[in-house]
C-alpha cells in the first residue's frame, strides 16, 4: 500500500471572513491510498488554530507506514487534519475493495439527504444585509460574528434581508461570558436558534453554571471523545468535524459518545470540496443542525460534485467517494 499527499488550492467564490481573518482560497491536503490496483482517496483542511499547517500535516501523513490500517491508525496519529485524510481515505479503499458502500462497512442506515446550513462571512451590517438577501431563499443561514456591539446590528441586518430564514450564529470564541448574558436574550428575540463556540477554548469555564437560554454549540472546546466529559454543564451542543476529530472513524464514535452524553449534535466542515463532506454527511444523519456548506463557497469544486438540491445535499456519487 502507497499513500501520496498533495497540497491542493481552491479558489472562493468571494473573500471568505471570520473573527480570525479574510481568506479567497481554501488550503487542502489531497490524499490517495493504492493497493492491489485500488485506490482510495479522502481531503483534509489543516487549520492553523490548531497548531497545522499544510507542510506539518503532509510531514505527518509521509511518517505512516504504508501498510498501516484504520485501527492502527488511530494510535499513530493524533486526532486532527493529517488522520483524517488518510481515514477518509482508507475508508474509500476498503469499500472499493469490497465492492461496498462505506455505509454498510461501518454497519449504519443508507445515508440520506440532509439540509445543510449556508454560511454568511462576518462584514458589516450592511454588507450582511445584502448577503443575507442574495441567499434568503436558503431555510438555514449560519451568521458569522466578530463580539462587540456590531454584533447585534449585523444579526438585525441578516434578518431584514432574509425574513423567513432560520439563522444560527458562529462567534468563533470572540465573545465574553458577559457578551453572552447580555446578547443571549437579544438574539432569541431575534429569531437565533443557537450560538456556536462564544467564548475562547480556555477561558470557556466561565459557561459552567450560567444560564443559557440561547443554547451553546462547543466547536473549538470539542474534538473527539475525550473531549466531552470537560464540556457537561458549558454546553448543550457539540460541533463535529471530521478535521477535528481525525477521521470518520473518530466521528461516528463521537456522535454516539455525544448523545449518549445528553448532547445535541451539529456535524460541521472547514471550507473544503466534495470529497471533505462525503464522510461528513454519514455522520450528519439525523444531526439537529448541519452546516456542510463548503462547497458552495468555493469557485470550482472537484467532480463528481455532490448535489445541493431544495431537499438537501445529497450522498456522494460512488465515483467521488464511499
Not at 499513500?3 to 473573500?15: D, G, K, N, Q, Y
Request: some cysteine.
Amino acid at each position: 500500500m502507497s499513500f501520496t499527499a498533495t497540497a491542493e488550492r481552491f479558489a472562493l467564490r468571494e473573500v471568505f471572513t471570520i473573527s480570525r481573518g479574510s481568506r479567497t482560497h481554501a488550503e487542502v491536503v489531497h490524499v490517495v491510498v493504492t493497493r492491489g490496483g485500488i485506490s482510495g482517496q479522502g481531503e483534509c483542511v489543516p487549520y492553523p488554530r490548531y497548531g497545522e499547517s499544510v507542510q506539518s500535516v503532509i510531514a505527518q501523513i509521509q511518517s505512516l507506514p504504508g501498510d498501516i490500517d484504520r485501527a492502527a491508525l488511530q494510535q499513530a496519529l493524533p486526532a486532527g487534519a493529517a488522520r483524517n485524510a488518510v481515514d477518509c481515505a482508507l475508508w474509500d479503499w476498503e469499500a472499493k475493495a469490497a465492492g461496498q458502500p462505506v455505509w454498510q462497512l461501518a454497519g449504519i442506515p443508507a445515508p440520506q439527504p440532509v439540509l445543510s446550513a449556508y454560511t454568511l462571512s462576518l462584514g458589516a451590517p450592511d454588507a450582511m444585509r445584502e448577503q443575507a438577501g442574495r441567499h434568503a431563499q436558503r431555510p438555514l443561514l449560519k451568521v458569522k460574528l466578530g463580539g462587540g456591539a456590531a454584533d447585534v446590528a449585523r444579526i438585525e441586518a441578516v434578518r431584514a434581508g432574509a425574513p423567513a430564514a432560520r439563522i444560527i450564529v458562529d462567534a468563533n470564541e470572540g465573545w465574553s461570558a458577559e457578551e453572552y448574558r447580555r446578547l443571549g436574550p437579544v438574539f432569541l428575540d431575534l429569531g437565533v436558534e443557537m450560538v456556536e463556540q462564544p467564548l475562547p477554548a480556555d477561558g470557556d469555564a466561565a459557561l459552567a453554571g450560567i444560564d443559557r437560554p440561547l443554547p451553546v454549540c462547543a466547536d473549538e472546546s470539542c474534538h473527539d471523545r475525550a473531549s466531552l466529559p470537560a464540556l457537561n454543564g458549558k454546553y448543550d451542543m457539540v460541533n463535529i468535524k471530521l478535521d477535528k476529530t481525525g477521521g470518520l472513524t473518530e466521528a461516528l464514535a463521537l456522535r454516539d459518545a455525544a448523545r449518549d452524553a445528553g448532547f445535541r449534535v451539529m456535524v460541521g466542515c472547514m471550507v473544503g470540496s466534495s470529497l471533505a463532506m462525503a464522510p461528513a454527511l454519514l455522520v450528519a444523519q439525523g444531526a439537529e443542525v448541519v452546516d456542510l456548506d463548503g462547497p458552495l463557497l468555493l469557485a470550482q469544486d472537484r467532480m463528481p460534485a455532490m448535489a445541493f438540491r431544495a431537499d438537501g445535499l445529497h450522498p456522494a456519487e460512488r465515483a467521488l467517494w464511499g
